[in-house]
């Protein structure tokens, strides 16, 4: 007889990149959340008064707090990944290319000019040219 195979104790993890994204976003949400809450209890503008004359309250609410949660949700999220830290050069070539044709930083234009010799070596070159 056969042993059955022992269930992996270790369930799948999510990635760490996604359990990142995913906490801020929650904390987006809860702070989307208590914004649209406080809008309504504080009156704000005559919100609360005008939800309660509105034919459709219930649909108005969902809108207001569904769109303060994306929109705080993203703005987290946005702040998460542009806080991240990098200790790499940005170089934005493809690192597949094998020509070395992708875009080159400003330095290595200009070095590369004035390697050839162009008379424009400081300078970006123009559409008259």
């Given at each position: ?12 993890r ?14 987006g ?34 809108l207001?707090?569904a ?28 690192p ?15 070095a ?5 010799g ?7 070159p123009?559409?008259?040219?």
């Amino acid at each position: 007889m056969i042993p059955a195979p022992a269930s992996d104790p270790s369930p799948a993890r999510v990635p760490r990149l996604l359990r990142f994204l995913g906490l801020h976003m929650a904390a987006g949400l809860a702070i989307g959340v208590l914004v649209a809450s406080a809008m309504i209890m504080t009156n704000l503008a005559g919100l609360k008064d005008l939800l309660i004359e509105a034919q459709e309250p219930v649909l108005a609410m969902f809108l207001l707090y569904a769109f303060n949660a994306l929109t705080f949700g993203s703005v987290c999220m946005g702040i998460g990944v542009m806080t991240l830290p990098y200790e790499g050069t940005c170089d934005m070539r493809d690192p597949d290319d094998a020509a070395g044709r992708g875009p080159l930083p400003a330095r290595d234009r200009a070095a590369r000019r004035s390697a050839n010799g162009s008379p424009s070596a400081g300078k970006e070159p123009s559409s008259n040219d």
